[in-house]
């Protein structure tokens, strides 16, 4: 027995460079690309945004069968014709992924109307777009339902005949806020953060299960109506990501068969900082690139005025000054001499 621990030890290291090699050849040579001509794809939220674009993007690629879900018909309905137009075949259904009950029973007409599904994309979400306090209860309820809980409805609905079929691949679009939260989005972030663990632990548990993979995309701010009026500080050197690069890359991530894609690149150095820096330091970030502020500006569907104009939702740093009366210090430093106990600003800004 000491022996074959000691022959593992030996391996475990020599395995690791192994696979980082084979990663590494596998960037510089042309890679194999999956066929998707005998593939059935469900997109939520498939109707605008980054969904209309993937069901372009699909169909461009040879898929055979898309199906389109979402809650807003006229949306569902234009994407479907163009698809169409296509070449495609394109189905689209009413369903609200946060209705366990509606997305089983969609699930069943689809299979019924349409044929298993090969490729599931979860896409759909909602942003509110307001602080901790400013939040309805409901609003933040109903962002964990379709965001978080709406893809465990639709991953049991299609994953046991994919595991049947031996082939199937579940795609998450996430956030890159699952990763690095800011205030203000506080009910998106948490949401986008379940996901991931989500898609991890699945990804993970789908290892022995042949022909079944996994893939999660975590793009940057992305130039759709969804975080419209979201500004960063250095939008040169930050510029938003256009759907149609996301829909292309997530794509070929299908293709690939790529466990995770972070878009841009760049955003693999957020996970290093992340691990290395002190809490200080962090926080100078968000200040000095202006993610601590971005959603002050926000007006997206669920607001009519910016943050900051009369009548919008307070920001995040007004928080504890409307909340308990309590002034920051300049650059945002808390007030420490007037701090409530148990930290409750603190907690609340962080």
Known sequence: MGWKWLGALVLFPLQMLYLVAKAAVARVLPARLRDLSRENVLITGGGRGIGRQLAREFAERGARKIVLWGRTEKCLKETTEEIRQMGTECHYFICDVGNREEVYQTAKAVREKVGD???????????????????????????????????????????????????????????????????????????????????????????D???????TVLPFHTSTEMFQGMRVRFPNLFPPL?????????????????????????????????????????????????????????????????????????????????????????????DTSQQPPWHFCTFLIL
């Open 117 to 207: 599904i090969t490729i599931l994309v979860n896409n759909a979400a909602v942003v509110h777009g307001k602080s901790l306090m400013d939040s309805d209860d409901d609003a933040l309820l109903k962002s964990q339902h379709i965001n978080t809980l709406g893809q465990f409805w639709t991953t049991k609905a299609f994953l046991p005949r994919m595991l049947e079929l031996q082939n199937g691949h579940i795609v998450c679009l996430n956030s890159v806020l699952a990763l690095s939260a800011i205030p203000g989005a506080i009910d998106y972030c948490t949401s986008k953060a379940s996901a991931f663990a989500f898609m991890e632990s699945l990804t993970l548990g789908l290892l």
């Open 209 to 215: 299960c042949p022909g079944v993979s996994a893939t």
């Open 242 to 334: 256009k759907p149609e690069t996301v829909a292309r890359r997530t794509v070929e991530a299908v293709q690939l068969n790529q466990a995770l894609l972070l878009l841009p690149w760049t955003m693999h150095a957020l996970i290093i900082l992340k691990s290395i820096l002190p809490q200080a330091a962090l926080e100078e970030i968000h200040r000095f690139s202006g993610t601590y502020t971005c959603m002050n500006t926000f007006k997206g569907p669920g607001l009519s005025s910016p943050r900051g104009e009369p009548g919008a939702p307070r920001r995040p740093q007004d928080l504890c000054t409307g909340l308990m009366g309590i002034a920051l210090a300049p650059r945002g430093r808390r």
